[in-house]
């Protein structure tokens, strides 16, 4: 599963045991997604600069909206 997707919340926290960060997310621009190669069961969420987002299938539909879904290469 990839695709174009974009934000339905304003932002999504993230905390380890080390401490946590914010992301703040605008509604209505473009991310890409794609399987974490690294995580199998993980999406890879990316707005194309600087923020890259490994999250489980149900974080991504909790937090984005998929707009366009690439095809598959048989």
């Known amino acids: 599963m990839s695709g ?6 304003e ?3 993230i905390a380890n045991e080390t401490g946590g960060i914010f992301i703040y997310l605008k509604p209505g621009d473009e ?6 190669k690294k995580h199998g069961d993980r ?7 600087d923020i890259a987002i490994s999250m489980t299938v149900k974080q991504f539909y909790e937090t984005f909206k998929i707009t366009k879904r690439k095809e598959a290469i048989a």
């Open 43 to 49: 999406l890879l969420v990316r707005n194309g600069y």
């Open 4 to 9: 174009i997707c974009e934000p339905i919340t």
């Open 31 to 36: 991310w890409d997604f794609k399987p974490d």
């Open 11 to 13: 932002g999504i926290s």
